[in-house]
């Protein structure tokens, strides 16, 4: 912590018990509308809600394949930050958002990328007709108002841009603004989540230890074959048996995972090309289409997956 958010807490905490929330207790769920920011409150008071586009209004499809479901609301629970590890396409996302859904709660999602900076996350100064004015980047607005933040890939961003987390994922459950000398009590309801996929790691891409261990973490993976087949049928409309088809073919790609290809054919690539054969696209152009094409630019890799499609097809 440097000088100046060391002198923005001090002052925050000497300010009162009534300026700093109650923090989160051990277990169970803080009462919201006992610790609720007066930012919040008068949000509320006047009928308008900050995070009204970040609330999600219809169940998102989700097939409980363990306790995945029971261990992130334990987690929420006690607002303990959760990372969520595994392979692309297998179902991070959809879990987060089934999860905000259940949960009643806002979710702000972030694409990390390599360009971020820290004020793509906390915030800056604009320039408008009215003259300056701050405007909250999406990780301070959950923390302000009391949503759900997830950093998709996370290990995208710059490490120097992530340590900007760590206020917010431990006891402190801060989140300081330096250019605008603020310190940003996290909300009760807010939590932090991320996700990456391990299969990309490098020394050059990884978290350090440091975020690692700041964090709760669940593994997913691609389910097992009856249950991708279920969610494939749901998803995207096509008949048991073709869905199970497109499986097959996926299992035999994700084998070659290391041997050829970076990557597996994931849920994701099945339930487009699903959709597209419930469209009426010939299976054998939807597979190419969907599932080959995209993963492999290697002529005998293609070769090798498309007598797999044809196998089924």
């Known amino acids: 912590m440097n000088t100046l958010t060391r002198r923005l807490y001090a002052a925050r905490t000497q300010q009162g018990a009534g300026a700093v929330p109650t923090p989160v207790p051990a277990h169970g769920t803080v009462p919201a509308a006992a610790t609720r920011p007066a ?14 586009a970040y609330r999600i209004t219809r169940e998102p499809y989700w097939r409980t394949v363990g306790d995945e479901v029971a261990l992130y609301e334990a987690a929420y629970a006690v607002r303990m930050p959760m990372m969520l590890k595994g392979p692309t396409g297998c179902g991070k996302t959809r879990f987060v958002e089934y999860m905000a859904w259940k949960l009643g709660k806002p979710l702000i999602t ?12 906390v915030g800056r100064f604009l320039l408008d007709a ?23 890939e996370v290990v995208e961003a710059r490490q ?6 760590h206020p917010l994922t431990d006891k402190r459950r801060m989140l300081p603004l330096e250019k605008k000398g603020e310190v940003i009590e996290a909300h009760p309801d807010f939590q932090l989540v991320i996700s990456f996929n391990p299969g990309y790691q490098s020394l050059m891409k990884d978290l350090k230890q440091s975020t690692k261990q700041r964090f709760g973490a669940l593994d997913f993976d691609y389910p097992e074959h009856e249950v991708e087949v279920e969610i494939v049928a749901h998803e995207s409309g096509v008949d048991r048996e073709t869905a199970g088809k497109l499986v097959h073919i996926a299992e035999r790609a994700r084998n070659l995972k290391g041997h050829g290809l970076d990557e597996g054919i994931s849920t994701r690539m099945l339930i487009h090309a699903g959709s597209l054969i419930a469209q009426g696209v010939p299976a054998l152009s939807a597979c190419r289409m969907a599932l080959v094409r995209p993963i492999t630019d290697d002529a005998d890799m293609r070769d090798a997956l498309d007598a797999a499609v044809t196998t089924y097809f």
């Open 160 to 165: 120097d841009t992530t340590v900007v987390i």
């Open 110 to 121: 972030v694409a990390c990328h390599e360009d971020m900076t820290a004020s793509d996350l």
């Open 39 to 52: 930012a919040a409150v008068a949000s509320a008071a006047d009928g308008s809600d900050p995070l009204a």
């Open 130 to 152: 009215s003259g300056t004015r701050w405007q909250d980047g999406p990780l301070a607005l959950a923390a302000r108002y009391g949503a759900i933040c997830y950093l998709d």
